[in-house]
């Protein structure tokens, strides 16, 4: 089964090459806009009702 994975954390390379790697079999959404703070809010986005498994902190 194939998720759908968004992530808008701001990870570095090797952290983001990691996830890359490891969600290759999913289709992985990376938000435009990425943080590191995880308390930061991120971007209203519309498919949130949809995704299966959210990385960070989206509204």
Same mark, same amino acid.
């Given at each position: 089964?194939? #998720?759908? $994975?968004? %992530? /808008?954390? =701001?990870? &570095? +390379?090797?952290?983001? +090459? #990691? #996830? $890359? =790697? &490891?969600? @290759? =079999?999913? @289709? *992985? $959404?990376?938000?435009?806009?990425?943080?590191?703070?995880v308390l930061q809010?991120?971007?209203e986005i519309h498919i949130l009702p949809? *995704?299966?498994? %959210? #990385? &960070? /902190?989206?509204?």
């Open positions: 089964m194939s #998720l759908t $994975i968004y %992530c /808008n954390t =701001e990870f &570095g +390379d090797m952290a983001r +090459d #990691l #996830l $890359i =790697e &490891g969600t @290759r =079999e999913h @289709r *992985l $959404i990376q938000a435009a806009t990425r943080s590191a703070d809010a991120g971007a949809r *995704l299966i498994f %959210c #990385l &960070g /902190n989206p509204r």
